[in-house]
């Protein structure tokens, strides 16, 4: 036995007996008790966390007053200290120009941003084959 400290006891490791600590040198986390926990992993598959906030480097950011989330929806800042789930829009991207959209145009990328245009792209079905015409040229 070695110079005994808190939180420790004798257990017999099979030749003799040693002082081995059985508790964590800091407060004890309690099944019913309101506690704040600080640098814990939590990394099973079986944990459950549930949070009403979360903290950026700058600040806390509420988010239990948001509606559960639908399929492909994504947790988006409303403000620098509330967030809110939201499906994803092309109106919400910053790099998006949609002016008087008309059926049949796609969206095409100009260098700077996403624009309507008229397609230039044909699609064919020839003998169980797909060709598309891109432009006079077809390219298999």
Request: proline share 4%.
């Amino acid at each position: 036995m070695t110079s005994p400290s808190s939180n420790q006891l004798l257990q017999y490791n099979g030749t003799k007996w040693v002082n081995v600590t059985i508790l964590p040198s800091s407060t004890i986390v309690g099944i019913s008790d309101t506690q704040t926990l600080t640098n814990k992993t939590i990394d099973s598959t079986t944990n459950t966390v549930t949070a009403d906030k979360l903290h950026s480097a700058t600040s806390t950011i509420v988010i239990n007053s948001a509606t559960a989330p639908t399929g492909g929806q994504r947790l988006t800042a409303s403000s620098s200290t509330s967030a809110s789930w939201v499906s994803p829009t092309l109106s919400a991207c910053t790099d998006v120009n949609i002016s008087a959209p008309l059926a049949g145009q796609n969206l095409s990328y100009n260098g700077t941003q996403w624009q309507n245009q008229k397609s230039n792209l044909l699609n064919f079905s020839v003998y169980c084959s797909t060709l598309v015409c891109l432009q006079d040229q077809i390219i298999y």
